[in-house]
């Protein structure tokens, strides 16, 4: 550093953020390793319907780092986003997904799932996002219908207009999508209506206290009428409890994901806890 950066330059050296920088170079270092080697997969955590049959699953990434052992996507992933290595990892949990639609379009028991699949925003504003997710289905052969694309507020608020476009051109292939995370952004609701949406999943910050907080209620309620009144399908994340599940069934919610019906684990697994 140069005397001319003046009196902040000490912060370069602080040694807490030093070791910061050190920590989160060496994570990276790493990801982009199991990217090429290996020490990726995808875990699937049912989805259940209102009868509470399997309808599907979300595709969860993990990492299991050989020296830091397993490590959260809520620190890799933001991390991945920041380096750009959300682009090659995006495309291999893509590619991942469909093989497994893949695998299950040829048993009739699980002929019929849906496979839901986080994308991150920087994977979505590339210009050939369109491309590569038809590149992706022609690929595995998969039907476009039994793959759902899991965006966030924050993601399609940046230009919505492109958004659109690329959602519509997406949904004419058959693609479904679901708006993950719903309540905790900018809720500026004109763009459900601008949206080629089919479900919007309520975050489970709401449900997580929603027979104990009257506010939570009131909000997980107006979301299922606001979407009834739009045509859109409700999915509740992260239902933990009978008491959880039976309010949401009350209150006409479709479909619902959480550690009651099972955790995140192997495809084999899959419906192990629901029926
Ligand atoms: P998300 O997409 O909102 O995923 C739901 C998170 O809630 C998952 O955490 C899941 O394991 C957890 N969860 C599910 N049911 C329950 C429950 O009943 N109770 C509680 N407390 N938690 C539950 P996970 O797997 O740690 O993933 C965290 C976030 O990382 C995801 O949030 C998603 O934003 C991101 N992520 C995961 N995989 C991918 C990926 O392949 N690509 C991208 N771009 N992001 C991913
Ligand atoms: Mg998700
Ligand atoms: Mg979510
Ligand atoms: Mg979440």
Redesign the pocket.
Known sequence: ESKASGRDTWRFFDPQMQQALESRARLEDRLRLALRDGGLW??Y?PQINRERRLIGA?????WQDQAEGQI???VF?PLA?ETGL?LP??DW?LDQACAQLANWAKQPGTAALTLA????AH?FQQPDFVARVREVIALHHIKPGHLKL?L?ETLLLKDMTEAAQKMEALKGSGIGFSL??FGTGYSSLAYLKRLPLDQL?I??SFI?DLLEDSSDAAIVDAILGMARSLGLQVIA????TDEQYNFLLGHGCDAF????FG??GPSNQLSAGIQ
């Open positions: 995808l875990d955590q979300e595709a969860l990434l993990r959260s996507p809520a992933i986003e959300i990892l995006g949990v699949v986080n994308v991150s994977q899991e966030t993950d995370d999943k975050d489970q997580r994340e992260g239902v933990e994901q959480g550690y009651l955790r995140p």
